[in-house]
């Protein structure tokens, strides 16, 4: 298998006529590949070692993608770095096996496994990125580095003003609510 052409080499498009010229059950290892992407405000990157075998109805790309996620902490707004680990195993049809949805093998019998990487990639995501070790929580109120217990512009709501008066003084434990 090659890549398809100089042009869409950053796609990673693989050039699927040899295996689909060979019997079923054929399989031919698809050269290592880096993917990288930036999807809203972080970025993917990893690489795929992947295998095609000959289906009777297609292909079917198969193998472990290893990468990293790069966004903003949650807590603390600093940019973080998580490892993302999934597998991939996708089948790609003729169109006259085409059902719904299906990925289908493309123009040239072509099929980008770069995109297939990058959508692994996503889909194995940390939907909240955080520190390791964990860092301190940003205040609430005022977006400091601080906990919110020591924020400066700590003031409470004014239409909660009511309620606050019923709550008993600070460092008071046992007194009764009241």
Same mark, same amino acid.
């Given at each position: 298998?090659?890549?398809?052409?100089? #042009? @869409? !080499?950053?796609?990673?498009?693989?050039?699927?006529?040899?295996?689909?010229?060979? *019997?079923? $059950?054929?399989?031919?290892?698809?050269?290592?590949?880096?993917?990288?992407?930036?999807?809203?405000?972080?970025?993917?990157?990893?690489?795929?070692?992947?295998?095609?075998?000959?289906?009777?109805?297609?292909?079917?790309?198969?193998?472990?993608?290893?990468?990293?996620?790069?966004?903003?902490?949650?807590?603390?707004?600093?940019?973080?770095?998580?490892?993302?680990?999934?597998?991939?195993? #996708? @089948? !790609?049809?003729?169109e006259r096996h085409r059902e719904g949805e299906a990925l289908?093998? *493309?123009? $040239?019998?072509?099929?980008?496994?770069?995109?297939?990487?990058?959508?692994?990639?996503?889909?194995?995501?940390?939907?909240?990125?955080?520190?390791?070790?964990p860092c301190p929580e940003r205040c609430?109120?005022?977006?400091?580095?601080?906990?919110?217990?020591?924020?400066?512009?700590?003031?409470?709501?004014?239409?909660?003003?009511?309620?606050?008066?019923?709550?008993?003084?600070?460092?008071?434990?046992?007194?009764?609510?009241?």
């Open positions: 298998m090659t890549v398809a052409s100089h #042009e @869409e !080499a950053s796609l990673h498009r693989i050039d699927l006529s040899p295996l689909l010229a060979e *019997g079923g $059950g054929a399989v031919a290892q698809i050269p290592p590949f880096d993917v990288a992407a930036t999807l809203g405000e972080e970025e993917f990157s990893g690489g795929a070692t992947l295998q095609a075998g000959r289906t009777n109805r297609g292909v079917r790309i198969w193998g472990p993608v290893i990468g990293q996620q790069t966004g903003l902490c949650a807590r603390c707004l600093e940019p973080v770095t998580a490892s993302i680990s999934t597998s991939l195993d #996708e @089948e !790609a049809v003729d289908r093998i *493309g123009v $040239g019998n072509c099929v980008d496994v770069g995109r297939l990487a990058i959508e692994a990639l996503d889909l194995a995501r940390h939907l909240v990125l955080r520190c390791e070790p609430g109120a005022c977006g400091g580095n601080h906990p919110p217990t020591e924020c400066p512009q700590h003031e409470g709501d004014p239409r909660l003003a009511g309620l606050a008066a019923l709550l008993p003084p600070e460092g008071d434990v046992d007194s009764e609510i009241g």
